[in-house]
């Protein structure tokens, strides 16, 4: 079974400060790991993706992440925190076989707010 | 289109009510997925259609729920005598290529269902 925890509801940092949005996953196969942003009143839009070519992802905007298979973890980063950046983002994992093919597997979110 | 569109973005039905829900892929994509997105949660799987089969409906909650890909594009997700807990935002998501834990799923906007 897969499935993904994010730790804190709520993330608020400071403009220009380290964003770190944490992400946990359960995967009983080798996972395809998944970072999306969600503007209000938009759908969600892919920030990176994990497919073991590399552990360490680049995506849009700046952001980045780790697959650490040790940890289980996917933390998603930012060196320096823009006001653009507030959004809702999300964790979420897929694999690529069995029953469950294709279906993404989502953490609960976590509502980042930059302060100016 | 450039991207995927629902409709209609807002919906409000009263209690026993049926409601169909429309989704619009990007020309060409073979992967249509449905999720449904509570208030203060991450996307839940619904179903997903490859071209116009219906390969996956384990996620639809009850027998009020049903999808149809008839063309292998458009899609309808219709909820049958609506009940509160149906409230929520309901997402498409088509992907190119068929279903595979590597392929990125592109997302409308959703379309938000209030029920009465």
């Known amino acids: 079974a897969q499935s993904v925890t994010q730790l804190g509801s709520h993330v608020s940092v400071s403009e220009g400060a380290l964003v770190l949005l944490r992400c946990n996953y359960s995967s009983s196969v080798p996972p395809y790991l998944f970072w999306y942003v969600q503007y209000p009143n938009q759908g969600l839009q892919l920030l990176l993706k994990?497919?073991?070519?590399?552990?360490l992802v680049k995506g849009i905007n700046g952001f980045e992440a780790e697959f650490k298979k040790s940890e289980t973890s996917f933390h998603l980063t930012k060196p320096s925190a823009h006001m653009s950046d507030a959004a809702e983002y999300f964790c979420a994992v897929s694999v690529g076989r069995g029953s469950t093919l294709g279906r993404l597997y989502f953490g609960r979110g976590t509502q980042l707010t930059v302060w100016p | 289109g450039a991207g995927v569109s629902q409709s209609p973005r807002y919906k409000v039905a009263k209690r026993g009510q049926d409601v169909a829900l429309r989704c619009d892929p990007i020309?060409?994509?073979?992967?249509l997925f449905w999720y449904q997105q509570a208030l203060g949660q991450g996307p839940e799987f619904l179903t997903y259609?490859?071209?116009?089969?219906?390969?996956?409906k384990s996620g639809l909650p009850s027998d009020r729920f049903f999808a149809e890909r008839p063309e292998g594009s458009v899609s309808t997700l219709k909820i049958q005598r609506t009940q509160q807990e149906d409230s929520a935002v309901y997402l498409c998501?088509?992907?190119?290529?068929?279903?595979?834990?590597?392929?990125?799923?592109?997302f409308g906007p959703g379309t938000r269902l209030t029920v009465l």
């Open positions: 994990y497919t073991s070519a590399a552990t």
């Open positions: 998501a088509s992907s190119y290529r068929v279903a595979g834990g590597i392929n990125t799923q592109y």
């Open positions: 259609f490859q071209n116009e089969a219906q390969l996956d």
């Open positions: 020309s060409g994509h073979v992967s």
